[in-house]
């Protein structure tokens, strides 16, 4: 009778736990999307138009600097702005992508002239990519880093005081010597090796 109501006791506690449980999931992933999913979205937003007020401001600086008639395409200006705002995101090299943006490749661009165009923005993204690294606009968007004192681990690594079997062979020092070493003085060496009598010959007569 005891064991009983014991064991209703403890399902009662476990009933009564699981909704708070529950009630902790479901604040913990509601907290989560309505105000940190926001937060971040908000905060890439800010980031982008952030790239995109550089990425003109350069290719104002850019016409400026070209003349009076640059004679800029509207798909170089737009291969400009994006690499410009590619490489203050991303870093990285300057080379275009593999492929232009979509509007490049439909059906009414699939001609001379529509390749001519592609060709443009490719030529602008490598130049506004390649200006954006020159100014190194990317450095006031990378979070610090911290860097270990690899001097400091390598010297105290377990590897670094292991004993050189190889007399300063450098990295083979890990392999076993192709020679056995010398005993030390006072210590037993290896047994000689003796001669052992020929087999003796049978009597004449064979056995009996």
């Known amino acids: 009778m005891r064991s009983l109501q014991l064991k209703g006791n403890l399902l009662a506690m476990l009933a009564a736990a699981i909704p708070g ?8 992933t509601t907290k989560r999307t309505l105000v940190n999913e926001p937060l971040l979205v ?11 007020h550089l990425a003109h401001q350069a290719w104002r600086e850019f016409e400026k600097d070209c003349g009076a008639n640059p004679h800029h395409s509207k798909s170089f200006k737009h291969g400009f702005i994006d690499g410009f705002k590619d490489q203050a995101d991303c870093g990285g090299t300057v080379d275009p992508p593999v492929q232009p ?7 009414s661009h ?14 602008g993204f490598r130049q506004g990519a390649e200006i ?45 010597p192709s020679t056995l070493p010398r005993p030390l003085p ?14 003796a010959k049978p009597a004449p007569g064979g056995e009996r």
């Open 21 to 28: 449980m529950a009630g902790c999931n479901i604040a913990s």
């Open 42 to 52: 908000a905060d890439e937003s800010y980031l982008q138009r952030t790239f995109e």
């Open 101 to 107: 943006p979509r509007k490049y490749w439909l059906a």
């Open 110 to 123: 699939l001609n001379p002239q529509g390749n001519l165009q592609a060709m443009d923005y490719f030529a």
């Open 132 to 176: 954006a690294q020159a100014s190194g606009v990317r450095k006031r968007f990378e979070a610090p880093m911290y860097v270990p004192n690899t001097n400091f681990t390598t010297s105290h690594h377990p590897k670094a005081s292991r004993p050189d079997l190889n007399g300063g062979a450098g990295d083979e020092g890990d392999s076993f």
């Open 186 to 199: 006072g210590l037993p060496g290896p047994a000689p090796s003796v001669d052992l009598p020929p087999p």
